[in-house]
């Protein structure tokens, strides 16, 4: 299981991704999101933002959607429900 720091970075480092995939200069992001640049440079550097800053950037960078499907695992009550709901998936 990766630790704290590890998620932090990885989060970081795909948004850096997708901002550069996007051809976003660090400046152009924080402009567009609303989050200072200075915020950005740390995120990109440490991992560390705040929430609200974290969505305003994923919405840029088009990644707000997955905010929507954290935490939202479901509560299965037994191996059938899974089998069944992996069958309506496909």
């Known amino acids: 299981m990766a630790n704290i720091l590890d998620i932090k970075k990885g989060i ?3 948004i850096r991704l997708r901002r550069r995939e996007a051809k ?3 400046t152009a992001l924080a402009e ?3 989050v200072s640049l ?3 440079k740390r995120f990109e550097g440490s991992g560390a933002i705040s929430l609200a800053s974290l969505v305003r950037i994923a919405a840029v960078v088009g990644y707000e959607a997955d ?3 954290l935490f939202t695992r479901r509560n299965y ?3 059938d ?3 069944a709901e992996s069958k ?3």
Do not use: H, P
């Open 12 to 14: 970081a480092a795909r």
């Open 24 to 26: 976003l200069s660090q």
């Open 32 to 34: 567009r999101s609303g």
């Open 38 to 40: 200075g915020s950005i």
């Open 67 to 69: 905010f929507e499907k």
């Open 77 to 79: 009550q037994s191996i």
């Open 81 to 83: 429900e899974i089998i």
């Open 88 to 90: 309506n998936a496909k």
